[in-house]
């Protein structure tokens, strides 16, 4: 019979069209990790269940984290702009921003007799991003204290048609058995690290007895895992993948991976350091498989 104390192990799918899992990204450029961070994905868990901003993460944030590449997807890159270009000017426009107001005014008419007649005047490279909202100081709305006229321009990573096999170790089967049935009964909305990336198909496959490495070993690549070049088909036993498994521990020579979460502020998420290390998972022969939807 199992203790108290034996490791479980909840095995989740993380497949979609688009994934980001960021590391260090920031501002212009958002980057995406090779794959999906504990970050990321306690923050999933926490949404699925939820949790607050707030509220404390408890032993939601004590599990041991794995992942298995069964697909490891392939980087995109998305140049993308907000804000710029040209305009037509809105009545609302002009009631809320008096500097569009006296642009407006004396913007000349298309044949350049003089003003132009309203809703018709354009203003180039003048729509932005708003920043710092303050009141107006001629009519008192509120309106951007700093509008940008020209548009914001980032590089955001993605990763195209991954899969991964996530597992959660903890010796409280009833704690992951909560987050399983969270996972497909979310009090929230869910997505692969950034929201523009929504996973497919089930989730949670299950509470199964014994450590990470010996729930890589003993479950087949997922069934939408596909297969690379000169590899067997994904159905097939003795496949070889890389999966990533946490350590409890600081590991000697191991650098540390700053994706600990220890709370997911409002104003900004909080981290600290764990250990984890690489390992090359063969798949045993016979291995349980998948009765999931895609």
């Not at 993460?57 to 599990?63: I, K, R």
């Not at 940008?148 to 048609?161: G, I, K, N, P, Q």
């Not at 991954?162 to 969270?182: K, N, S, T, Y």
């Amino acid at each position: 019979m199992n203790g108290l104390h034996d490791p479980h192990v909840l095995l989740i799918r993380l497949a979609g069209p688009l994934q980001s899992w960021g590391l260090t990204g920031r501002f212009a450029r958002r980057d995406t990790h090779s794959r999906p961070t504990k970050s990321g994905v306690i923050g999933l868990c926490a949404a699925a269940l939820g949790l607050a901003r707030e509220e404390p993460l408890g032993e939601l944030a004590e599990v041991l984290y794995g992942v298995r590449a069964d697909r490891p997807g392939t980087p995109l890159r998305d140049y993308h702009t907000a804000g710029g270009g040209t305009y037509p000017l809105r009545p609302r426009d002009l009631l809320t921003d008096h500097q569009r107001a006296a642009k407006a005014t004396t913007a000349p008419a298309p044949d350049g007799s003089g003003p132009g007649p309203f809703g018709r005047a354009e203003l180039a490279a003048w729509y932005g991003s708003p920043k710092y909202v303050t009141a107006d100081p001629v009519s008192g709305a509120l309106v951007s204290g700093e509008v940008r006229r020209h548009a914001l321009t980032s590089e955001r990573w993605y990763l195209a048609d991954a899969a991964f096999l996530v597992g959660l170790e903890h010796p409280d089967v009833a704690l992951l058995e909560r987050i399983a049935h969270a996972l497909e009964y979310p009090k929230r909305l869910l997505w692969l690290g950034r929201k523009a990336c929504p996973p497919s198909g089930d989730l949670a496959l299950g509470v199964v007895p014994g450590t990470l490495r010996s729930a890589f070993e003993t479950h087949a690549l997922l069934p939408d895992a596909g297969c690379g070049e000169g590899e067997p088909p994904a159905h097939t036993t003795g496949a070889r993948r890389w999966a990533w498994i946490e350590s409890p521990r600081p590991l000697p020579g191991v650098s540390p991976l700053s994706d600990q979460p220890v709370r997911f502020d409002a104003d900004g998420s909080v981290h600290s350091l764990r250990w984890e290390t690489r390992h090359r998972i063969t798949i045993a022969s016979p291995a349980r498989g998948w009765d999931i939807i895609l």
